[in-house]
Structure formats: C-alpha cells, structure tokens
C-alpha cells in the first residue's frame, strides 16, 4: 500500500495470531450482553454479561433457538426472530431500540439492543444481537420528566402571572395565571413582545425594564399595568430576571407579575377610612375657620342693616360679606377635594402644590394650639410621580400628628429641599414638641400605636403615611430628641422619563 | 384718682373684617374704637392707654386670649373685659372660672350680635370703674 505504516500498528488480520484472546476478554469485559445467532437463530455465542444479567449458563443458552432462551412475550413486543431473519437476508444492520426484559428473580431492566451481520467471503453467516443495559438512564429520564412535570404545574397553579421569554423578549410560555389576569390564552401571546400587552404609555418602560434584564440586570420590581383582552387595566407589580445557561450566557428573561387589583382597592379603602378619621380630628380647627369668615360677614350684614342709608359704609360692608362667604365656600372647597375618594392616578407633581395644600387646610388646626406654621420651600425643585391626594393625606398626618406633639403651642416648620444626592425631593416636618422616646422610634410606623389616650387617635396616621410614601417609592425617616422635638423627613425619587415605583409588590 | 376715658374701647381679634365691624358698630355709638390683632399688641396698647372696655377674641395667633385676659386683669383691672369666641361655650368650665374671678364682665359668641355689644358697651359707659 501507499500508505506508510506504523511499525506499531497492526492489521486486523494479525490481532488473531498476535492476541489470541483478544475476543474473549473483549467480550466478557464489555458491560453489555452479546450473542451470536446463526441462520436458524440459534445462538452460537454468549458473552458472560449476557449469562449473568439473563440467569443462563451455557449450557441451557449455547445451541439453542432463540425463542428457547427469550420468552415468548419479549420475542413477540420486540420481534426479534423476524428482525433477526431480516438482516440476515438484507445484511442491513438494525438499530434494534428498547427492549424490556425481565429474568427470573431479578428486577426489569430495559435494554437498547442492535442487531448487526457478520460476514465471511460467502455473505452474512451470523447476527450479533448487543443488548446495552440502560435502566438508570432510564430511570433518571422518567425522573427528570416527572421533575419537569412537578415544577410546570407549579408554574401552572403559582397565583402570580409566570412568564418567560427568550433573550429577545419574545414569550415563551403564559401560565394559567397569566391567561386569567389578561384574558389572553396561551396561543395568542405566544411570539408577541411583553410589551405589546402593557397600557400604551408605559409599553417603553417595560422594554427598557426586558432589555435592562437581557443585558444580566435583575432589578427591583416595576408596577406596569396591562391591558386585558377586553380592555381593563390590571396593575401588576412585575419582578424581572435572567435565566442563565451553563456557559454563563442568558438564555431566558423571566417576568412574575402580581395583581395588584384587591390591593389596590383594599388601600382605597385604607386611605378613605383614614381620610375620614383625620377629619374628624379636624373637625374643630374647620368649624373655627368657617366661622370666622362667617362671623365677619354676619357682622357686616347687621352693620348694614342698622345703617341702611349709608352708601359709604354700605359699599364696604357688601365687600365685607362678600369676601367672607367666598373664604367660607374655599374652606368647603378644599374639604370636599380632600373628603373625595380618588382614583389614584399618578402626574408629575410639584411638591410645594401639595404643601400649600395642606397648609392651607390646617393652618387654622395649628393657630387653635398656639403652634406657628413656617413654610421654607425650596425653589426649582424637580417634578415627582406622585398621586396629589394622597400625599396631601401623608401630609396631613404628619402635620397633625406634629401638632399632637405640641399641645401647648410651638412652631412647626416644613422645609422642600432637593437631598443631597440629587435624585430625591425631601420634606422635613420639624417641630419644637415633646420629643419621641428612644425605645418608642421603631415603633411609630406601626399600626395602633399610639401615645394619645384611647379615643384621641387611633394610630393609624403615620402607618398610612408610611404606606403612601411606600406607594410613592419612596420613604420617611425619623429623628427625635426628647424634650427637643422631632423631625420627620419625607423622600419621594424625582420624576424621570423611565421612572419606576418601587416597593409595591 | 382719674376714671377711664369713658368712650374708649379696644378690640382684639385676629379676624380683621369682624374687627372692622365691631369698630364701626361702636363709632356709630360715639366710642373711640383702637384694634389689636395679637395678644401682645393687647397687651401693649392697654398699659399704655387703658380702655374703658375690651373685647377679646378666645384664641389670637400668639398667645391664648384667656392668658391675654389674665394679663390684662394684672396690669389695669379696671378695664371691663368682654370674651367674644366661636371656640367656647358659655357653660365651658374655663369661661365660668374667668367670670368667677371677675377677669371678664360677659361673654359673648361668635356669631356676635351688634346690638348685645352696643349694649355692653354703654352699660361700661354708664358705670365706669375707677383706677387704682
């Protein structure tokens, strides 16, 4: 031959006389079972894994016809002896497939048998039937399925929308959650964008969320809300993340979104219990500012009266009454807008609107305790994504609760200011009251504590204010001195393009 | 001994328009009328020129008008005092205390009728107390 040979190499011609016996330790070592059977099927080799696993011996196997050493059931499911024929007559090797099989007194296994022609010069003389034992694959594959079976019905009955999609943002898999809350089945959303299912103005938000979190992100979690099949708007707090393939790329984006609806209307409900009860703590400080313009405009009206024919001072008590009963419907104005439930839209809002607001309301509340509002807002102060009713009730507490502090009068100042990293409005309600005991600070957010004698507060006030500031994304933190007063700090993040509120879910 | 000047009459009331008013009810009563709207520039104006009466207003942006009351009753207690609130009642234990006392000759609330004040003032008219 051309070829150069190794002096190592040799043929296969040679192994026989330099290896004789090369096939004998080959085949007794291999961990499958072998036989060779001859043109009328009996078997004229058995290899020693073959006698073990089969609980033969040779001489109940060698020389016999197949269906003498495999049952009959076995030979009919899998057909051997017809398979066997055809390759003798086709010399086509066969990948046989599963064959289960089950030797007395011992457990069943299942093999994955091939069928293969051995030749000589004259044609095909045997078929070599190898039997690989492959029970444990078999096994750890049933495992595997029944694993992902378990944890796709998990996924199926989660209460929270489950959706995954593939690196491009493309969904993957809806669970039944998902098909509830959206009123979209599986087959319709399948291929489309996450996006596409969101409210039209907050579609951008979740793309730039998807592709913060195919970038490797896994960020806090963004209230978005989607649009149902037919047409409502379900709030659903969304947490994203990546799905990680072993070569450390990402293979999936995973999105769990949780309804937010019962929430939602359970806090409605919250804070217009809450909006009634500081009311009611109010109740004195309005009825004083509605009579105080009505008392002027009473006395203007009888000064009138007693001086009908005095064009003079006619003119000016008209003026008088008038002006009064104008501050009059202002004071019920503003009751009325603060008494309303609201739907709970968020806008880009001013923070010193809402504090002029609020002053406006209870700066009659603070005069009744001899206690001086300042105001020291700061000028220029970036928008907020803010709902503006319910953080005039976050204000309002701490506003009242500020006056709670100073029953015998002081001065309760609130500053705007940007903080210091830029990226927060802040409000300091300060005030000059009694101070909150050390071991008292963890627990003024909770709800029902409350210093105040029963049926003066019920302390739910700053819980409330806690919670809408939570809703607002951002905090409010506490510092105390006993006998030095407190300040209570407001943080709303300022309003960007691609703002999220987080912390709801 | 001097008395008062007997038509002068002082009113403290943090609510600028019924001040205006009750100023004008009692000019056209005759009286000279001064107005205060805080408790100190009460204070302030009856050391200086005491009048023959006062009516204060219950609650004043710097100071309760029950301590301005008392203040007024230590420095020239021959001024007749009227409480005039929308804040108290005539049965609150405060105001039948500061009548006990003698710190306030009535009270009257709010909504005030002018014609009670007309006639409270022209009883202190009538019947002015003699400084110390």
Sequence with gaps: MGQPTNPMAITSNEIESQYPNLATVLLDGIPSSVLILDRGLRVTLANRNFLEKARRTTDNTLGRRLEEVFPAAILSSTQLDRRARAVFQDGQPLEGGKMTYRAPGVLQRVYFYSLTPLRDNSGVVGVLLMMHDITEQERLTQDVRRIERHLASVVESANDLVVSMGAEGRIMTWNQAAERVSGFARGEVIGRDLAELCVEGERDQMRTLLSAVSRGESGVIHELSLRTRPGKLIPVAWACSPMWDEQGRIAALVAVGRDLTERRLLEAQLFQSAKMASLGVMAGGIAHQLRNPLGAASAAAQLLLREPDNRELGRECAQKIYEGIKRASAVIESLLRFARPDGGAFNAIQVNDVIGDTVAMLRHQANLSQVQVETELGANLPTISGNPSALQQAFTNLFLNACQAMPTGGRLTIRSRLTETADCVAVDFVDTGCGIPKENLPQVFDPFFTTRPVGKGVGLGLTIAYSILQQHGGSIQVHSAVGQGSTFTVLVPIHTADHATGGKG | ?132
């Excluded at chain 2, 609510?15 to 009692?26: G, H, M, S, T, V």
Aim: proline share 6%; charged share 25%.
């Design chain 2, 1 to 132: 001994m001097n008395t008062l000047h007997p038509l002068t009459a002082l009113i403290v009331d943090d609510e600028p328009d019924l001040a205006w008013a009750l100023q004008q009810n009692l000019r056209l009563d005759g009286w000279q009328v001064a107005i205060a709207h805080t408790g100190n520039a009460a204070i302030a104006h009856v050391s200086a020129t005491p009048p023959c009466i006062a009516f204060v207003d219950a609650k004043l942006p710097d100071m309760d008008g029950l301590d301005v009351i008392r203040r007024i009753g230590e420095l020239r207690p021959e001024v007749r005092v009227v409480l005039i609130s929308g804040y108290y009642y005539a049965e609150d234990a405060e105001v039948r205390e500061a009548q006990g006392k003698g710190l306030i000759v009535h009270f009257i609330a709010k909504p005030l009728d002018l014609r009670e004040v007309s006639a409270l003032a022209r009883q202190a008219a009538d019947n002015p107390r003699v400084a110390r």
